[in-house]
């Protein structure tokens, strides 16, 4: 599982400060979703009740992590409780959406659901 986290870590990085400059959001959501889609192993612990919780917990402590250095190194922010919320309150989110559009609960295409994921990032953190 660990593998899974640090190749979704190094997506998310590759591409997350590139989104913020451009407020293109397409390339960060299309590498995560694309690796979800064609990675079986992670599908299969990601349907399991018991792994689906660690690797989420996983996920969103990496994500956590990052982000909230990014927002101190990057665009000045502060590391206070505001922060730390805004930013777990946003990791939910995208998470929440990823995890049911995996178990089949939101009918989208890749496509659709990374275009109507970059919509609501361009709006929300524009």
């Known amino acids: 599982m660990a593998a899974h986290v ?6 998310f990085k ?16 299309s590498s995560i ?6 990675n079986q192993e ?15 917990a996983e996920i969103t402590h990496a994500f956590q992590t990052t982000v909230t250095l990014s927002e101190v190194a990057d665009f000045g922010g502060q590391n206070d409780l505001a922060t730390q919320l805004e930013i777990n309150y946003n990791l939910a989110g995208v998470l929440t ?5 995996q178990k089949g609960n939101i009918n989208a295409s890749v496509t659709e659901l990374t275009a109507s994921l970059a919509a609501i990032a361009r709006h929300h953190w524009q």
């Open 42 to 56: 992670l599908q299969a612990l990601m349907h399991e009740a018991y792994n689906q919780s660690r690797a989420l």
């Open 33 to 38: 979703i694309n690796y979800l889609t064609t």
């Open 6 to 11: 640090d190749t979704l870590l190094a997506l």
């Open 14 to 29: 590759r591409h997350y400060l590139t989104a913020f400059d451009k407020y293109d959001f397409v390339p960060l959501f």
């Open 97 to 101: 959406i990823l995890t049911d559009w």
